[in-house]
């Protein structure tokens, strides 16, 4: 969405300038993200020579290592060197949110602040995302450097709630990312003078701040996401079928991680 595109002065126009402030905050993660890398990298330079000469490649399921490998940078860093390639990939997702979402050119100009909050809301949550993968990871990283020089052995359960703990983070803070966009939309709309139809403020109500619908009429269990906020299909948490579908969701996620851990 460029200014340039719409006609000066225009409600349109005066959105596309609103939307140029304020992006910043959106790459904070991903700042925060460079600054861990940095940091285990710059960690694991200085103690590089006070490692072992053999590394472990792996723990198994009794938090044994699986086997070993001569120290060079690939083998220090391995977890590192993932985590640093989730973050170029995520960046070039954020980066390219309005672009894999464009909108419709002819929605009203509160629709488009609205899917503008989705794409801000896109790019910041996936930074979030990667910094909290990256935390995991890199600590991980970290802690096998202490166990390789210990010798010790991994504790399973206490790996496997971590990234139980992951993967609730990941969920939590979608509503909140998303809802403190569409604030924003609402704050610039009231501003700019702009309001909505009364069918875009019915349509609107439908939607939760995390990008799920929820209207108890429809009995569709899946339905065409929001504008804004990718691209498929999204549940419907208003029908039946589509909380059962939430419910097994996370069930089938988190409940084996849970048994895999406490079961080792």
């Not at 409600?11 to 991903?30: E, I, K, N, Q, S």
């Not at 210990?150 to 909140?176: E, H, K, Q, Y």
Request: hydrophobic share 50%; charged share 15%; no cysteine.
């Amino acid at each position: 969405m460029r200014a340039e595109d719409y006609e000066p002065n225009s409600d349109h126009y005066r959105v596309a300038v609103a939307a140029r402030h304020g992006r910043a905050r959106l790459w904070l993660p991903y700042v925060v993200t460079l600054v861990m890398l940095g940091a285990v990298f710059v960690w694991g330079a200085v103690i590089y020579d006070q490692l072992p000469e053999l590394m472990p490649t792996g723990w198994g399921p009794d938090g044994e290592v699986r086997g070993w490998t001569e120290k060079s940078f690939g083998s220090v860093f391995t977890t590192a060197i993932i985590a640093s390639g989730l973050f170029i990939l995520m960046a070039a997702l954020g980066a390219m949110a309005p672009m894999m979402s464009p909108g419709s050119p002819d929605l009203s100009a509160w629709e488009l602040l609205r899917l503008t909050a989705g794409h801000r809301g896109i790019t910041e949550y996936l930074g979030w995302v990667t910094a909290l993968i990256t935390l995991m990871m890199v600590g991980f990283n970290a802690q096998s450097w202490r166990l390789a020089a210990s010798d010790g052995t991994w504790s399973a359960p206490v790996t496997m709630l971590l990234v139980v703990a992951l993967v609730v983070a990941i969920f939590v803070i979608l509503s909140p990312v998303f809802r403190s966009h569409l604030r924003w939309a609402d704050r610039t709309a009231e501003q700019l003078g702009i309001h909505p139809t009364e069918e875009e403020a019915a349509e609107d109500a439908l939607w939760l701040p995390s990008g799920l619908y929820n209207d108890p009429s429809n009995p569709a269990m899946m339905v065409p996401k929001r504008e804004g906020y990718g691209i498929g299909t999204t549940v419907n948490v208003g029908s039946r079928k589509g909380r059962i579908a939430v419910i097994v969701f996370a069930v089938v996620i988190i409940a084996p991680l849970l048994i895999i851990g406490f079961t080792m």
